[in-house]
């Protein structure tokens, strides 16, 4: 294959960052009259066919395609022949640029970019049902379907900038292996991450339990000063309003709670009785603690 780049500057600006400007060579490219032969008013038309697929359906889900669904030969090398042109004069626009500015080499060099990425789209468009063709015919243990059409996408793609037609080969045939090895890359790649992570991540498993604990630490330290208000009895409550809260909120121990009812049999009063009492001393004892608050 015969590859060539040049350094230059793809958008024209003369302050821009340089890059490489890759192409493949072809011997018709030295002759004065390609331009006009790959990019004329006589040009060939090349109409790329219609082709449509959803990776994010399932793989037994046929594509949808619309009349032709494939490129000719004498399409197909017209179409790289085009490509390669348009980056060959971008790569000789870029070398010039770099040497001495000019707004009109920068024009220049955003046709031929524009022209260079119009081909790369439509051999990409006509060559995608590569793609999902192979990846129906593989099977990669931990990798979803949508992932080896992406990564056939991306083979897809470099074997577009690196085929050479001068070789007489069908671009089916070297795209198909480019797409084979990708897949070969990403069942490794996948291999050696299982090796790293065999569990799969769980955003449940690395949820932070701060609050929850802030929540008990926070709900520890209320009883504890409860309990000593009580048992201080700084909130001057009756003996009956002390009985009442220590056995509704099971403060002497770390029993269970009592009812009203178990309360007021304790007491010898209502239920309802029991609640006014019980509402009375937490209003003193909230009382209480606020004064404390206020006076630390």
Request: hydrophobic letters at 35%; proline letters at 3%.
């Amino acid at each position: 294959m015969r590859k060539k780049h040049a350094m230059g500057n793809v958008a024209g600006a003369s302050n821009s960052p340089s890059g490489n400007v890759d192409f493949v060579d072809h011997p018709s490219f030295a002759r004065p009259e390609v331009e006009s032969e790959l990019f004329g008013e006589q040009a060939e038309k090349i109409v790329v066919p219609d082709w449509a697929s959803f990776p994010e359906v399932p793989e037994d889900v046929e594509p949808r395609r619309r009349g032709r669904t494939t490129l000719n030969q004498s399409e197909e090398v017209g179409l790289f022949l085009r490509y390669n042109y348009a980056r060959y004069r971008l790569s000789k626009l870029a070398q010039s640029q770099q040497r001495r500015f000019s707004k009109a080499r920068a024009n220049q060099m955003a046709l031929w970019y524009r022209r260079a990425q119009k081909c790369r789209s439509d051999l990409v468009r006509a060559n995608m049902a590569l793609v999902l063709a192979m990846a129906k015919r593989t099977r990669i243990a931990n990798v979803e379907f949508s992932e080896l059409v992406s990564e056939g996408n991306m083979a897809l793609l470099r074997s577009v900038e690196k085929f050479d037609v001068s070789r007489g080969f069908k671009f089916s045939t070297y795209a198909c292996r480019s797409i084979l090895k990708g897949f070969n890359r990403l069942a490794t790649k996948t291999g050696r991450y299982r090796q790293h992570f065999p569990t799969e991540y769980d955003p449940d498993m690395e949820k932070s339990d701060y609050d929850v604990k802030k929540h008990e630490i926070e709900r520890d330290e209320s009883i504890e000063s409860l309990r000593e208000v009580l048992a201080k009895n700084r909130a001057n409550l009756t003996p009956v309003e002390q009985t009442i809260v220590t056995e509704r909120f099971a403060l002497a121990s770390r029993g269970k709670k009592r009812t009203l009812a178990e309360v007021g049999k304790m007491v010898g009063l209502t239920n309802e009785r029991v609640r006014q009492i019980q509402n009375l001393a937490l209003r003193k004892i909230r009382e209480a603690l606020d004064d404390e608050f206020l006076a630390a």
